[in-house]
């Protein structure tokens, strides 16, 4: 996994709540087998006219001219500002498979779905939650400026606007530190392996029908 | 002070409680699919590591297999390739599969419970976020990512932080045509689709004592539509005669000493709760969502909302882009929404008893002319064998309604069965997302009872007025 320490990068403003699974990939992209190719489908039916097919070649699909990140001036943005309980609905690690795909490594929102929400962790990206107030000064200060960015800064706990303005932003000591180092938490847990056993031996004489 | 059911089960399956608050917690069974679990195994064979405990995994594919006849495979490459991976990594790796043509396969919810396979006071987890469903059998169980897939596969364990418990009791019994799909849209349509989030919810009061297994598994399901990836119903008698006797059900001394243990899952009379809701039984009337998300629901007796009724202006955008979407005007009676197609199926609603009440209404009457299509969508190959031995499958055909075979099918159309685009269908599914059924398609989330009377009708109806 690609570590995430700190982040200056471009902001794109989706202004919806609920944005669920479905939206940020929906199902027929789901078919594949492999971890990565995800990005062109992001938000697939809200950005394209079209409907996309796996596979597909989408560099001349015709687009949907209001769609937010069609716009020429969040072309290559990295990280999204969004609404409450964005992620909602299934568990697809493809969202952020496409998310990160497509190039964003931060999403802000003032609350996120729980399963998207880990799932993030997971794949190198970092979902910061911050108040709702301070989510309507930033959509308010991205739509004024254009080419307008932020500064995320894992260690320190801080999201600093471009006229210096500091927001601390809370995440979990273990997350932070998978998050820090890149770590593959699967060789973290298996260092534990001699604990597992332990549990098992004594789960195994309580509940014999489980072994 | 007591304990929660939720405290109760957690508790059991701590291997290592971590100083940074985060807990190393067993899991006891694993269920697969073929869409969330292809780039797990291929993370285990790039790591050279095996599964820990190839007994706790078992597999079916459920989301791409094709409902009409099964003799020629599958025709779409794609869905194709994604089952045979699942049936090569399940050989590779020496896990249990129900493939494509076993008489058990079918959607992944409706097969564990069926085999006996999900048990009372068990972890269990799947890479689905319908996972939920199970907590009907008092199991912490909740749908997980696919890199915490390849984790359960490789170690048995999941790095978990302890939600906090809400207890959610429904008192007084529920009126007749009031399910457990009505009771959870209900609730969701008080709490919102955030209301559960970070929580455990624990269904409790007479109405939900009173629920059959199937109809609990309904309510656990649709926890996560809540926001919450669990939700819990205590153990009682109810349970132990469904769980008994099953093909991976403990039996003899086992079951003995797995019942006294079972019989303790229930909250204590002094458990503490995080949160705690009361409502009314006799309140809940059969519920229709009428835009794109489930927390957009309605009592059959109500008219689409006004703007104006709005809380803020985020509530009022969501309404507005929901009413576009779903070709809907404020106001307009629910009763006035003519349908397109309707969906009796999916690990909500896709069991024996869905059907069986299904039939009841349908029994004798024919589909309405403008329903081009009406489908359904056994959950498994069992319930659809159960279903055939009892003669619901020539009511259903003598009424109009195509007899398929199982798997989560028009649920979100990941095989051949979806919504064209303004399409508009009576479905007993759990998502009404834009898009959810097909690109363009518009979802709205009803009980069996209230799509099979929909279907007949033409348009949504009270059921509770059928005769």
Known sequence: ?????????????????????????????LKSIKHTGYGPFLFDEWRYEDRGEPEMDCTNRPLKTDFVLNQPRYKGAQI???????????????????????GFSCVIASSFADIFFNNCFKNGILPIVLDEAIMDQLFNETAATEGYRLAIDLPAQTVTTP???????????????CLLNGLDDIGLTLLQAESIHTYEKARAQQAPWLF | MGSTLFEKVWQQHVVKQNEDGSTLLYIDRHLVHEVTSPQAFEGLRLNARKPWKISATVATPDHNVPTTDRAQGITDAVSRTQVEALDSNCAEFGITEFG??????????????????????????????????????????????TSEVEHVLATQCLIQKKPKVMRIRVEGALPVGITGKDVALFIIGKIGTAGGTGFALEFAGEAIRALSMEGRMTLCNMAIEAGARCGMVAVDDITLDYVKGRPYSPAGENWQK??????????????????????QAADIVPQVSWGTSPEMVLPVTASIPDLASAKD?????????????????????????????????????????DFRAAAAIVKGKKVAANVKLAMVVPGSGLVKQQAEAEGLDAIFTAAGFEWREPGCSMCLAMNADRLEPGERCASTSNRNFEGRQGMGGRTHLVSPVMAAAAGIAGHFVDVRDWS
């Open chain 1, 80 to 102: 999204l500002l969004t609404r409450e309980n964005f992620g909602c609905g299934s568990s697809r690690e493809h969202a952020p498979w496409a998310i990160l795909d497509y």
């Open chain 1, 1 to 29: 996994m690609q570590a995430f320490t700190t982040l200056n990068g471009l902001v794109a403003p989706m202004d919806r709540a609920n944005v669920d699974t479905d939206a940020i990939i929906p199902k027929q992209f």
């Open chain 2, 100 to 145: 494509m043509n076993d008489i058990r396969q079918g959607v992944v919810h409706v097969m564990g419970p069926e085999q006996g396979l999900i048990l009372p006071g068990m972890t269990v987890v799947c890479g689905d976020s319908h996972t939920s469903t199970h907590g009907a059998f008092g199991a912490i169980a909740m749908g997980i990512g």
């Open chain 2, 313 to 353: 202006d985020v509530q009022r955008e969501g309404w507005q882009r929901a009413l576009v979407y779903m070709g809907l005007e404020a106001n307009m009676p629910i009763t006035a929404i003519a349908i397109d197609k309707v969906f009796i199926g999916s690990c909500t609603n896709g069991r024996i008893e």
């Open chain 2, 258 to 279: 797995a019942e006294t243990m079972w019989r303790e899952l229930y909250s204590d009379a002094d458990a503490k709760f995080d949160a705690e809701l009361v409502y």
């Open chain 1, 163 to 177: 006229s210096g303005q500091s927001f601390s932003f809370a995440v979990d000591t273990f997350r932070k530190h």
